[in-house]
């Protein structure tokens, strides 16, 4: 799976000399929470709510209403955005997207095709990775085992299921209780949970939880 096939589109961007609380009203009625930052077409930057939201006066503040809006209306997006901007490509692997922003603690990232900014991929478009490939919304028997790690266990796995007339919903693969193993995490049509149950107790594989999702 790549990340043009699960990207957000079209992109909502927003011009570095924007004010910042044009901003947070686009950001509010469009329901982002980050947006790239472009000029003449090209990506300079991205600013996200807390940017935005970091850059207003405290509440504890005594200004007045008037000495507030008029220095909010000074500050623009050039001032907060951040300049150095990690992106991916349309082709990027969804996982290496993943990876991306979990090492570098990052909600979201712009999607260029070539040098033209044609997406966003956001946490939230990985969560929604995650409950298609753990078949989240398709009902089934959820299984987890362990297994050793060692060629031709998980074709065991999966070899027992199909001969007792099991369709596989989904597949997931993590690691185990120590390197010498690991878990696996599937979903199953077509059988009932007590089948599922026995094909894998007389294949004397390790079930961990089992249960009708």
């Not at 901007?85 to 979990?102: C, K, S, W, Y």
């Amino acid at each position: 799976m790549l990340i043009g096939e699960r990207m957000s589109q079209p992109v909502i961007s927003i011009s570095k000399d924007m004010p910042i609380q044009d901003a947070l009203e686009l950001f509010k009625t469009s329901l982002i929470r980050r947006a790239p930052v472009l000029q003449d077409g090209k990506l300079i930057g991205i600013v996200s709510d807390k940017d935005l939201l970091d850059a207003s006066p405290s509440q504890a503040t005594s200004l007045s209403v008037w000495e507030l809006n008029y220095l909010l209306s000074k500050i623009t997006v050039r001032e907060v955005m951040t300049r150095n901007v990690f992106t991916v490509q349309v082709d990027t692997p969804i996982e290496e997207a993943a990876r991306l922003m979990a090492d570098n603690k990052i909600g979201g990232l712009p999607v260029l095709e070539g040098d033209k900014v044609v997406g966003m991929i956001t946490e939230t478009d990985l969560f929604k990775v995650f409950l298609e490939l753990l078949g989240a919304r398709t009902p089934g028997v959820r299984v987890t085992v362990e297994i050793k790690d060692q060629p031709g266990q998980l074709a065991n796995v999966t070899r027992a299921i199909a001969d007792a007339g099991g369709n596989f919903i989904s597949f997931g693969q993590f690691f185990g209780t120590d390197l010498s193993t690991v878990q696996i995490t599937f979903k199953v049509a077509g059988l009932e949970m007590d089948a599922v149950k026995k094909v894998l107790e007389q294949a004397k594989f390790k079930v961990i939880d089992i249960r009708e999702c």
